[in-house]
């Protein structure tokens, strides 16, 4: 959208320019207080130039102004479902965590590592989101400066904690090189060191990025309150994780085929 905006802005000072000599030619064409009838310029082939400069360049703003006007809700919407993805994906994450803290015997390999592509891909579309505003001065579109400070500021921190995910795969790991050493096969890994202190750490970490995304969803609820409910959606999320229960082998194999 930068490239819109920034057509714009050109379009309707250059429209006006035109216009302000167009209309001096014409009123020079009553008054005469500037001759222009010679062999190579007159009044009006001056006003003929002028004027059709000003209505092409018119007729293109236009034509952008109503590009720029089907845009922008399209854009603020990708805003939103990205922005919401990416906090219910860490909000997942960080559930698993606790879970896996609460009880050791559901402790996955790979309940953080399978997340990273996704949180990944999703980080990659906020960065390549291009949303401007025509007027986005004085704090009349915050959103624009929320998601400008996110991808410079904050995108890289998020995306340097997702890359931490894979610690807890490795801590696991190493604890169990350490068990087999050790032949303490009746232990639980969760309970060693390395695990438990990964674990905490990575849970420690995952608020800060939750508020960082709420921040942008309140900002989008606040910017357009009858298009986006983020504290209904916010909610729905928290209680679906909080309910949510992973499902028993034994259960799924006394589960009836699904059909379609």
């Known amino acids: 959208m930068t490239s819109i905006v920034k057509n714009i802005k050109y379009l309707a000072i250059l429209s006006l320019v035109f216009a302000i000599l167009s209309f001096l030619v014409s009123i020079n064409m009553e008054l005469h207080f500037l001759q222009l009838h010679c062999i190579f310029l007159s009044n009006s082939f001056a006003f003929a130039i002028l004027s059709g400069v000003f209505v092409s360049s018119f007729a293109v703003l236009l034509i952008d102004i109503y590009d720029y006007h089907n845009k922008k809700p399209f854009f603020e919407q990708l805003l939103w479902v990205n922005y919401a993805n990416l906090y219910g994906q860490f909000l997942s994450a960080q559930y698993n965590i606790k879970r896996a803290l609460n009880n050791p015997q559901q402790l996955y390999l790979q309940i953080l ?8 891909s999703i980080i990659g579309t906020i960065q390549t989101i291009d949303y401007a505003t025509i007027f986005n001065y004085c704090e009349r579109n915050p959103l624009v400066l929320m998601h400008k400070d996110f991808i410079q500021s904050k995108a890289p921190i998020i995306s340097s904690i997702i890359d931490d995910f894979i610690y807890l795969e490795l801590a696991v790991n190493t604890d169990k090189m ?3 050493e050790l032949q303490l096969n009746n232990s639980n890994v969760i309970e060693k060191q ?8 990575l849970e420690h970490q995952i608020p800060v990025v939750l508020k960082a995304l709420d ?4 900002t989008c609820e606040r910017h357009k309150p009858k298009q986006f409910s983020w504290q209904k959606t916010k909610t729905q999320l928290i209680s679906f994780q909080t309910n949510f229960n992973f499902q028993e082998i034994e259960d799924f194999l006394k589960e009836d085929i699904k059909t379609l």
Do not use: C
């Not at 921040?215 to 309140?218: E, M, N, Q, Y």
């Open 113 to 120: 590592r399978q997340q990273i592509p996704t949180l990944k």
């Open 178 to 180: 350490k068990q087999l």
């Open 194 to 201: 390395l695990t438990n202190e990964t674990l905490i750490k």
């Open 215 to 218: 921040d942008v969803l309140v």
